[in-house]
């Protein structure tokens, strides 16, 4: 009986992994699950959804770690624990099993990829799909990997090359996306949208935040500006706003006249909860969470807004990334999307 590995990190890559557990094309053999991640936000947030019934083992190998420090001994030591850890799963691996991945964008992808033959699967992970999966540089990707110290001292213990060849490498993502390179399988969360329950929708906006603070994105004061703006043009519209912070992010650059929700569970799965109230309106700037949503409702019941912001407002990023995204949500033409510029809340 051939074995089905999925290796997931983020809240996200499980919800992915779990519809590729329940697609049919993968539905044989036993199906393993591994959470790589020791993040305890994250592995909350994970365990308060795993189905247990659906998998057929479930570990959690790096839990145990200190997350990273900047210390080069130190973070030396964790990876050499890591790699035994992660060493003792690979050593189960056949060639004819199957392995599930959350992105192509870490120094273990690669280091599992060398010590495995087996074909993997990438999960969707979010909006940086589209741009890896269209514009995939390995040059560029091992530039980044390598741009740390932490990312150097990964290559040196784990003796990396970054070569692939990509007929070994397929993408399970919900983005329908043209490539002739690369191998995909499109889904359209056609299991989790199942689990869909729809109970009182109130006259409330769920603002997605996002860590592009503490990804030093943007400068906290133009963060903040900006959400401000938007909540007040709801506020106007007679909405009562929440701002829905992501797990990654500590809460001290939220002003105390927002109004804050928190979730111990991803947000796409308050669609399956009968006991949380939804709002009217889901909005962000380009969280991939928003689009999950939107994918998931099949009846369109809820309204989504995608507000843009400027190159200007941005520090240390690519903008066309972003305004790929924007493109994208665009060509969808959904007629319960918007995407809104942030000039309309001075209209």
Excluded at 191 to 198: A, G, T, W
Excluded at 270 to 296: G, W
């Amino acid at each position: 009986m051939s074995n089905n590995y999925y290796f997931v990190r983020t809240p996200l890559q499980y919800l992915n992994a779990f519809e590729a557990r329940n697609n049919d094309k993968f539905k044989s053999g036993a199906h393993h699950l591994i959470v790589l991640s020791d993040f305890h936000r994250s592995i909350s947030q994970i365990e308060s959804i795993i189905e247990n019934d659906f998998w057929s083992s479930i570990d959690f190998p790096w839990k145990e770690f200190n997350t990273k420090k900047n210390n080069p001994i130190f973070n030396a030591i964790n990876i050499l624990k890591r790699k035994r850890k992660l060493d003792k799963i690979i050593s189960y691996i056949k060639p004819f099993d199957l392995i599930f991945w959350g992105n192509l964008n870490a120094n273990w992808f690669f280091y599992l990829y060398q010590k495995t033959n087996s074909n993997i699967c990438i999960l969707d992970d979010g909006f940086v799909s589209i741009n890896t999966i269209l514009n995939t540089d390995l040059k560029v990707l091992k530039s980044k990997l390598l741009s740390s110290k932490l990312g150097k001292i990964e290559r040196f213990i784990l003796k990396l090359n970054y070569n692939i060849n990509w007929e070994r490498i397929m993408f399970f993502t919900n983005f329908d996306l043209k490539t002739s390179t690369k191998n995909i399988e499109q889904h359209n969360y056609e299991f989790l949208s199942k689990q869909f329950k729809i109970n009182t929708i109130e006259n409330k906006v769920y603002f997605i935040g996002q860590p592009l603070i503490f990804q030093k994105m943007m400068k906290k004061e133009v963060y903040v500006s900006l959400v401000d703006s938007i909540i007040r043009h709801y506020q106007s519209k007679d909405f009562n706003c929440f701002y829905i912070p992501h797990r990654s992010t500590t809460l001290d650059y939220i002003p105390n006249h927002w109004s804050t929700k928190t979730f111990n569970k991803p947000i796409e799965c308050i669609l399956f909860d009968e006991s949380i109230e939804k709002p009217l309106v889901f909005a962000s700037f380009y969280s991939s969470a928003l689009y999950n949503i939107a994918m998931m409702d099949k009846n369109s019941v809820f309204k989504y807004d995608y507000w843009q912001f400027d190159e200007s407002d941005l520090i240390n990023f690519n903008f066309k990334t972003i305004s790929d995204v924007y493109k994208f949500v665009q060509s969808q033409n959904k007629d319960n999307v918007n995407v809104r510029h942030k000039s309309v809340v001075n209209a």
